[in-house]
Every structure is written in structure tokens, then in C-alpha cells.
């Protein structure tokens, strides 16, 4: 039996993605829970340890090894493909210009001085988002998935992210095109059941 990975993760957290990307390629592996997230010298998941015992943190990283490691799963454009370039600039933008801001959002204390100021900080990150969601949107023009019409570790990442506060509803005013890719993502029934069990659509999720 194949060596597994180790998925350091939680439920509604980023390791979703890196599940759902390993659930697509089929590769076995399990899930220890955040109380092991001390694993990552940034403290925070998802971390991600190879059958070869190496670590990987940073979760466009994880999510871009892991599409080239496994090419045969067609989650990432193939280097020599017109599509790439786009999809190393919008998994480094996700990441860098909003899944950033939820180290601040999860803990405005954090940053914040004091209660009012952790309310100001969570305005004015939920408005940096939204803006954030707005600039991709009106850049790429999707087919069935955000570069195309072939599903990428790029829909998974933004299928994951836009479901955290301020949720999707938002998500959807801003970034309509976008939205009808993420709901096809949600709608996946190879992802039905890490849906349910990780990243669940109970009442109110949208926001």
C-alpha cells in the first residue's frame, strides 16, 4: 500500500482545498487536525507531509506541487500550455491579496489596538476582498471553470476562500461570472462527500 499524505489541517480551513485537490487525484491520505498545526513554524494550516517525509506549507504551493506532481489528474495547465501564465498569476494573487487578509480577520487583535479598532479592521479587510474579487473577475473571462473548461486547482482555491466571511453572497455582487464557476465546483459529486464532511452548506452559508 502507497505511502500516504498528511494533511495538517481543520474543517473550513484552507486544507479543504488540498483535500479536495487530493480527492480529485486519488492519492491516499489522511487528516491530523489543527492541534498538530505546531508541525508548520508559521503555526497555521495547512501543512502538507510527503510519503517522503518532507514537510510542505503555503497552500497555493501545496496545491501547485501537487497539480504538477500529478499531471495525469489535469489539475493545472502544463507548462508549455497558453494557460499557464495565467494560472501561476492568479494562484500567487489568491493567495497574496486574499487569503492573506484572514490572518488578520481571524484574530483582529492581532493588529487591532482595541475593540473598535478590530471592528474597523474587519470593514475595511472585507472591503479590500471584495475589491480584490472585483480585479480578477473583470480579468478573466471563465467557460465552465475560471481558465477554461477544464477544472484546476485555481477553482478549488477560490471554491474554498470565497466561502469564509464575508461569504459568499458578496462574493457573488462582486463576481458573478466567478460565482457560476464555484457553484459548479460545489455542485461536483466527485466532491460531494468532502463537502459534507469538511466544508458543509448548512443554513446560512452563503451569507
Given at each position: 500500500?502507497a ?5 495538517i489541517?481543520?474543517?473550513g480551513t484552507?486544507?479543504?482545498a ?7 487525484i ?5 487528516v491530523q487536525e489543527?492541534a ?5 513554524p508559521m ?6 507531509i510527503?510519503p517522503?517525509?518532507?514537510l ?7 496545491l ?11 489539475l493545472?495547465?502544463r ?6 501564465a ?12 486574499i ?6 480577520r481571524?484574530k483582529?487583535?492581532?493588529?487591532a489596538a ?6 474597523v479592521l474587519?470593514d ?7 475589491a480584490c474579487?472585483a480585479v480578477?473577475?473583470?480579468q478573466?473571462?471563465?467557460?465552465r471553470y475560471l481558465?477554461g473548461?477544464?477544472l ?9 476562500t470565497?466561502r469564509w ?11 458573478p461570472?466567478?460565482g ?8 461536483d ?8 464532511e ?8 452563503e451569507?
Amino acid at each position: 500500500m502507497a505511502t500516504p499524505f498528511v494533511v495538517i489541517g481543520g474543517k473550513g480551513t484552507g486544507s479543504v482545498a488540498v483535500e479536495a485537490a487530493l480527492a480529485l487525484i486519488g492519492a491516499p491520505y489522511r487528516v491530523q487536525e489543527g492541534a498538530k498545526r505546531a508541525i508548520n513554524p508559521m503555526r497555521q494550516v495547512p501543512a502538507l507531509i510527503l510519503p517522503t517525509g518532507e514537510l510542505m506549507t503555503e497552500s497555493a504551493a501545496i496545491l501547485i506541487w501537487l497539480a504538477d506532481e500529478f499531471p495525469d489528474a489535469g489539475l493545472a495547465p502544463r507548462i508549455s500550455e497558453p494557460a499557464r501564465a495565467a494560472y501561476l498569476r492568479w494562484m500567487a494573487f489568491v493567495s497574496a491579496a486574499i487569503y492573506s487578509l484572514y490572518w488578520i480577520r481571524d484574530k483582529p487583535s492581532r493588529l487591532a489596538a482595541d475593540k473598535a479598532q478590530e471592528g474597523v479592521l474587519l470593514d475595511r479587510t472585507a472591503e479590500r476582498i471584495a475589491a480584490c474579487w472585483a480585479v480578477m473577475e473583470n480579468q478573466l473571462s471563465p467557460g465552465r471553470y475560471l481558465l477554461g473548461d477544464s477544472l484546476t486547482v485555481l477553482d478549488l482555491y477560490v471554491t474554498v476562500t470565497s466561502r469564509w466571511k464575508p461569504r459568499r453572497r458578496a462574493f457573488y455582487k462582486v463576481a458573478p461570472c466567478m460565482g457560476e464557476v464555484v457553484r459548479r465546483v460545489d455542485a461536483d459529486p466527485r466532491l460531494a462527500a468532502l463537502w459534507a464532511e469538511r466544508l458543509a452548506f448548512s443554513k446560512g452559508w452563503e451569507g
